[in-house]
T-cell receptor
């Protein structure tokens, strides 16, 4: 089945540690996105990539980093510089032309204590 | 920059009642329009989308939406709500520059 996988579903880290969230897609989509969602909040864009080896900052990129070395993969690193990292993180992908929707992964809930 | 508003933060309806969730956008031309649903702790699932043609769009789970250009609206409707419809609903638009913008969401509660 084609789709987007995010692992793990739940992630726990101590404050001061960097942590990397995985996002893989087998839909052959060019564009991939990372969103952050806090309780009762909408989606806030962290980073996006429209092509391999290129990515752009979204609205809340500070304290996060990404890489796009392969079309299928778009890992997100939450660094120790991110002041409030505890949140639900969603990865998405889409075809970059036309009326194409974003496909979402199941999300990773990160808890930092 | 374009924006999407969903005026209702939280809506409560009784099971079996009809539902309408509002969505308004600001954009000079007709964008591509989407409705997503999100159950707690899950990713977003596409309900339906509009890009051209018939302004009444049918989606999954018995939902439909109507595009009204004059009102810059794309409201989501369902004639009879089921308890399993309780979730968060997001409206989204993408313009011809391929910028994807989500609304803030509307939380739907369903009373038995």
């Amino acid at each position: 089945d084609g789709g987007i996988t995010q692992s793990p579903k739940y992630l726990f880290r101590k404050e001061g540690q960097n942590v990397t969230l995985s996002c893989e897609q087998n839909l052959n989509h060019d564009a991939m996105y990372w969103y952050r969602q806090d309780p009762g909040q909408g989606l806030r864009l962290i980073y996006y990539s429209q092509i391999v080896n290129d990515f752009q900052k979204g609205d809340i990129a500070e304290g996060y980093s990404v890489s796009r070395e392969k079309k299928e993969s778009f890992p997100l690193t939450v660094t120790s510089a991110q002041k409030n990292p505890t949140a639900f993180y969603l990865c998405a992908s889409r075809v970059t032309t036309g009326a194409h929707e974003q496909y979402f992964g199941p999300g990773t809930r990160l808890t930092v204590t | 920059a374009q924006s999407v508003t969903q005026p209702d933060i939280h809506i409560t309806v009784s099971e079996g009642a009809s539902l309408e969730l509002r969505c308004n956008y600001s954009y000079g031309a007709t964008p591509y329009l989407f409705w997503y649903v999100q159950s707690p702790g899950q990713g977003l699932q596409l309900l339906l989308k509009y890009f051209s043609g018939d302004t009444l769009v049918q989606g999954i789970k018995g939902f439909e939406a109507e595009f009204k250009r004059s009102q810059s609206s794309f409201n989501l409707r369902k004639p009879s709500v089921h308890w399993s419809d309780a979730a968060e609903y997001f409206c989204a638009v993408v313009d011809y520059g391929q910028n994807f913008v989500f609304g803030p969401g509307t939380r739907l509660s369903v009373l038995p």
